[in-house]
């Protein structure tokens, strides 16, 4: 990407925050970058396990354009949104806009964009369903989950809603309609969410309680319910898990692959249950950054023809 100037995008406050980072580093901070690969992987696989036939690799890679003009404009907008919190945060202070790097109606423009266009390029190029889920996607993301944040420790079932989602639109966008399958897909990543979530709240409650946050490990000091929900949606992620194989969508490849990873992953959570430390909260996170690309991975290698 060429160098663009202060002056076109408005940013940033200072020089030293030019020199800090390059504009591709912002800008990949500004879409969070890693998020936003995992969605489209996610949305990948829903594309690919969906589709039936030879495959259309043009409808593939406009679904995956479009989804990712989507993502990043919520990445961009949700950090608009919370600029202030971020602020309060170490981890998160050095993100573009509390660090100053670029300024709100910079990041509004180019979020706002992002996700009109995706959007209309969902409808246009992949089909009406998909582009549907998408704007569900971007809208319960920024205007329900982002602001019960700081209203309720629900916010993390609420937010695995929109985070779940892409695997769906993906499975549309191959299918053209809602089905089992393709909600069995969205179950995996929701119920994958909380614990993965819950490990990093862990982690950071005390960053999260100084920044207006209420996850649930910041209103359960003792740790007695954050474990217990880490547990129980594990578990239950092991149960929906197997639905792939049941709905014929995988083999028995994927089964096994399924069982192994989904004890793995349960017996993690119950470790951190049972010792709510950081190592064991980080144990649990790296258990989580594991486990969904290996069962996709499994899911994709295995599928029934």
Known sequence: MKEISAEILGAPVSRVGVGEKSWVTVFADLVKARLTTLVLLTTLVGFYVGWRGPM?????????????????GAAALNQLLEREHDAKMRRTQ???????????????????VCAVTGLVYLALAVNLLTCVIGAVTLISYLFIYTPLKRVTWLNTAVGAVPGALPPLMGWTAARGELSGEGWALFAIVAFWQIPHFL???????DEYARAGFKMLPVIDPDGLRTGQQAVSHTLALLMVALCPFTFKMAGPVYLAGALVLGVGFLWCAIQFSRQLTLARARQLFL???LYLPLLLA????????
């Open 287 to 289: 258990a989580s950054i």
């Open 56 to 72: 259309d690799y043009a409808l593939m890679l406009n679904t995956l354009a479009a989804t990712a003009l989507v993502a990043a």
């Open 298 to 305: 499994v899911m994709v290698l295995d599928k029934v023809k």
């Open 199 to 205: 490990a990093i709240a862990w982690m950071y409650r």
């Open 94 to 112: 050095n993100r573009p806009l509390p660090a100053g790097r670029l300024q709100p109606n910079t990041v509004m423009l180019f979020g706002g």
